[in-house]
């Protein structure tokens, strides 16, 4: 069987990742959560962790069909998430918590956001929400935990963390993100890193409960503008994460 091997440096010292311990979180997550999660991920044969880092020796799925439908993605993370709700932070007490390295983000996006207002391709909502995120980004991550009942997230539920088998099964890739969270936070990522605004309501619908959305969006909306900053200017991914920043802003009027 065709295996894929994944492997990490040490992350730089003072870095979100290594502050975060994002690498061996993953070695972790295929060491105790994979075999139990309940949703599709890649079979783990080895995860190793040392002072050279990280290696996994994962299930090759590069033959399936990157991405998947948002309905369905949208499904199996509430699956996922009713299935730990209140048990993952005692069962995984190392799982990262709400509110963990939100220093260093808000850092980050201020030291950011100056270039990104700068672009002559920012929409009308997206400038709106970054302005009012200066300087508020510990605030607004820190309204994470007033989303509901912390359970097992993926972290960085985007479609390009996913894949679909022959038979339409998903799986989930990529758990350096793993954490003890509302599980809303996931929705909220899908739909702003993924989705188009035209099928915002739908794949809501199919996630369920949903009323905490407007609560995350601030938080989700900093990694929304600074995924839009690593962007091109005018180009085709620049636009598409404009539409989304918009509908996000259009969510969250009296939120923020």
Aim: glycine share 8%.
């Amino acid at each position: 069987m065709s295996r894929h091997i994944k492997r990490r440096r040490p992350a730089e010292p003072g870095s979100i990742p290594a502050v975060l311990d994002s690498f061996r979180a993953e070695v972790r997550f295929y060491r105790e959560i994979a075999p139990v999660v309940g949703v599709r991920v890649p079979g783990c044969y080895s995860a190793e962790a040392g002072a050279d880092g990280t290696v996994l020796v994962l299930e090759d799925l590069s033959a399936w069909r990157p991405g998947a439908d948002p309905a369905v993605a949208a499904r199996l993370l509430c699956g996922m998430h009713r299935r730990w709700e209140e048990s993952a932070p005692s069962r995984w007490p190392w799982l990262r918590p709400v509110g963990a390295a939100t220093d260093l983000v808000e850092e980050l996006f201020d030291r950011v956001w100056p270039r990104l207002a700068s672009r002559p391709d920012l929409s009308s909502g997206a400038r709106s929400l970054g302005e009012r995120l200066v300087g508020r980004v510990v605030e607004s991550e820190l309204r994470i935990g007033q989303a509901g009942p912390l359970t097992l997230v993926h972290g960085d539920a985007s479609l390009r963390n996913m894949c679909t088998g022959p038979d339409g099964e998903v799986a989930l890739l990529d758990w350096e993100d793993v954490s003890a969270a509302p599980g809303i936070i996931d929705l909220a990522w899908l739909l702003l890193s993924s989705v188009e605004p035209g099928q915002w309501d739908s794949v809501i619908a199919a996630y369920g409960a949903a009323e905490h959305l407007a609560v995350v969006l601030p938080a989700i909306a900093v990694q929304g503008l600074l995924s839009l900053a690593d962007t091109d200017t005018g180009s085709a991914e620049a636009a598409a994460w404009n539409r989304r920043l918009d509908a996000a802003a259009d969510r969250m009027k009296d939120t923020l």
